[in-house]
């Protein structure tokens, strides 16, 4: 897995992004969870939704093959950050460079993916990852969008959950502010959700149905 890691951290923009990663001792930071819960879960279908240079998408993909399962991951990206996402044969030669081979790329926004027939024939994401635009629009609408296809025992993350702040990704004329932990504080009204803060790097925040739900 170190070696793994090493090949990972070769790209300086795989040890950013805010996921507490510390390339110094190869520490995934909050990596480890992502990696832990897909191992653990042995989801067959995780979704993850935005990822900068995949990260995300590479280290729980890296979890499902690890388990021996057949677990894929579908990245919903359409790449409105810069054109790094748009070359499907690029994105391939990206993935294989890690030993990659179980991930699905989508060059769409969520709502361009709910309307297509990959979203009509989903079922059973036993993980979901939610870090595309940070709206607290955005954030609700790719929760809702995908509660409908989680397994019973699914988990939910969001990412850069814990503290609103400006964000400058899109350009410093297109200046925005993260207010996914305020989608995240309205969902922490629902009894029937078990939801964690983990306020490590820029935050992430698990979310599951209670037991009892």
Request: avoid cysteine.
């Amino acid at each position: 897995m170190y070696d793994w890691i090493a090949r990972l951290f070769r790209h300086p923009e795989l040890a950013a992004m805010g996921h507490h990663q510390r390339v110094g001792d190869l520490n995934l930071g909050l990596g480890w969870i992502y990696y832990a819960l897909a191992r653990a879960l042995r989801p067959a279908t995780a979704v993850v939704i935005g990822s900068y240079r995949g990260f995300v998408p590479l280290v729980i993909a890296k979890a499902l093959a690890d388990n021996g399962e057949g677990g894929t991951v579908a990245l919903i990206e359409p790449s409105l950050v810069d054109d790094f996402w748009k070359d499907p044969a690029a994105v391939r030669r990206w993935f294989a460079e890690f030993g990659v081979g179980n991930i699905e790329h989508y060059a769409m926004t969520t709502q361009q993916f709910a309307a297509s027939g990959a979203f009509g024939v989903l079922s059973g994401v036993g993980l979901l990852f939610i870090d595309g635009y940070h709206s607290f629009e955005q954030a609700r609408f790719d929760y809702e969008s995908f509660r409908g296809k989680l397994a019973g025992e699914a988990w939910v993350l969001f990412h850069d959950s814990v503290r609103v702040r400006a964000s400058g990704i899109y350009g410093k004329d297109r200046v925005y502010e993260h207010r996914v932990k305020d989608f995240v504080d309205l969902l922490k009204r629902d009894p029937a959700l078990q939801i964690v803060d983990l306020p490590l790097g820029d935050g992430v925040t698990l979310v599951r149905r209670a037991a009892a739900a």
